[in-house]
């Protein structure tokens, strides 16, 4: 069974800081991996998808790295701005198009 | 706007109550979803259909029926309410493609007095 863990839980870090989220899964028969970040009372906002023969993606800011056969994926996020609080989760897709998502880390940005 | 929408976005009623939760999408997605965010922040699948075909169904007890009139619309009906029911519920959808993203709406607060 799938299991996504992420560490830390927590991180609080003044902005401007450059800083790293990290996602670790147990089966690493995966088809892709998705992280999305989710604000207090909404829905979840797609960041980033990387497929499984892939090892890095950016968009803006954001660069989610892949390590498949370790089981490990990371999310980093450079010059850190206060709208970038947010929880940030980790999801991988397996089978039938389901995520199986981590508990995520809550971020918060310090002015 | 293109968007998965939910309604309502509140509902607070009383155990042993029968109530519904809707979701369209005018992406036009073949494949949606239903999620449900506990109380700790966890959020699990519970359903997905493709094209109205009922394709996961994690071992959800039998009080929780999804319905698919068609490929755009996935509502989700809880028969008999009960305490542990209280949660986040959320709509998503994709493409039929293990490669593309899923979009999500913004979610139901369901509270069960």
């Known amino acids: 069974k799938q299991e996504v863990t992420q560490i830390p839980a927590a991180l609080s870090v003044p902005e401007g800081e450059n800083l790293v989220l990290n996602c670790s899964f147990t089966d690493s028969a995966i088809y892709n991996l998705q992280w999305f970040r989710q604000d207090p009372g909404k829905g979840l906002t797609s960041l980033l998808l990387i497929q499984s023969s892939q090892r890095e993606q950016t968009s803006g800011r954001l660069n989610a790295s892949l390590d498949k056969s370790s089981g490990r994926s990371t999310l980093y996020i450079a010059a850190s701005q206060p709208g970038d609080s947010a929880t940030y989760l980790c999801a991988v897709i397996e089978g039938t198009q389901k995520l199986v998502f981590g508990q995520g880390t809550r971020l918060t940005i310090n002015p | 706007d293109t968007a998965v929408s939910q309604t309502p976005k509140y509902l607070v009623t009383q155990m042993g109550n029968d109530k519904s939760i809707k979701c369209e999408q005018n992406?036009?997605?073949?494949?949606m979803y239903w999620y449900k965010q506990d109380s700790k922040k966890f959020l699990k699948i519970m359903f997905s259909y493709n094209n109205k075909e009922l394709i996961i169904n994690e071992t959800v007890p039998n009080r929780f029926s999804p319905k698919s009139p068609d490929k755009a619309h996935l509502n989700l009906h809880i028969n008999s309410l009960e305490l542990g029911d209280s949660a986040v519920y959320f709509c998503?959808?994709?493409?039929?493609?293990?490669?593309?993203?899923?979009?999500f709406g913004d979610g139901t607060r369901l509270s069960i007095l």
């Open positions: 992406l036009g997605h073949d494949t």
């Open positions: 998503a959808s994709s493409l039929t493609d293990r490669n593309q993203p899923q979009h």
